[in-house]
């Protein structure tokens, strides 16, 4: 198994699936407020991809060696739920910070993967900021990709940011190549030393998505009576917010596949770096 690097069409149809993706996202934005449950953003959203888009939902039943089948169209996950929460009869409530993750399939088979952070109602200054510095962190690791740079880098990057502001990297999941496969190579890890791991060549497409803690990098699984083999927390209980973009790496550096009006731009600290 080797990093494939994509055609001319393979390109095309990853540019039309990560907007799709995007898309989902902006239609679902209006809907995100204080008494609706997780489920019926889940609902929502697979009745847009099926109706509107004619997309599929990548998540429904996906079941990767050790896991059960993913119950739902979509990931929700709220307050310090890392990744992978499942949709369920929760009510966001004033003052929780959610991550909706969206990964579609076209009809011509190309996945488009992407999530963004909301704020229900008015969350705390900590938390906001939490979701900020996330978003920053997603953005210094696309602005490192370009041909001939290293995955180290990209990890190296995003890492120090987090760390200065006394916040902690994720290490157990990682962004990850993206085409025709839902998760393909390489792993993107957030976190790394500059200059090692997979060198960078035109046509790559993989997604960046750091999970950036408020307290310790350490997770657990949820247990007992509300276990569903997928939903992920910190271990400290601490808050947790993440990012994701499906990222083309360019003759001359990146683009962003996962766009849509809505998307939220680069923050303007950044544009120059
Ligand atoms: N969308 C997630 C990612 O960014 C994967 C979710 S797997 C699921 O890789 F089955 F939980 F949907
Ligand atoms: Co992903
Ligand atoms: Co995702």
Known sequence: MAVVIKTP???????????????VLDFITPYVKPGITTAELDRLCHEYMRDVQGTTPAPLNYAPPGYPPYPKAICTSVNDVVCHGVPNEYVLKNGDILNIDITIITKDGFHGDTSRMFYIGEPSIQARRLCEVT???MWIGILKVRPGAYLGDIGHAIQRHAEAHGYSVVREFCGHGIGRKFHEEPQVLHY????????????????????????????????????????ILTQDRSLSAQWE?????????????????????????LQAA
């Open 135 to 137: 978003f920053e962190c």
């Open 245 to 269: 973009h499906t990222v083309l790496v360019t003759q001359t550096g990146y683009e962003v596949l996962t766009v849509s009006p809505g998307a939220p731009p680069m923050p303007q600290s």
């Open 192 to 231: 790394g030393r500059p200059g090692t791991g997979l060198k960078l060549q035109p046509g790559m497409i993989f997604t960046i998505e750091p999970m950036i803690n408020a307290g310790k990098p350490g997770i657990r699984e949820l247990k007992g009576k509300r276990a569903d083999g997928w939903t």
């Open 9 to 23: 069409e393979e390109i095309e149809g990853m540019r039309v699936a990560g907007r799709l993706a995007a898309e």
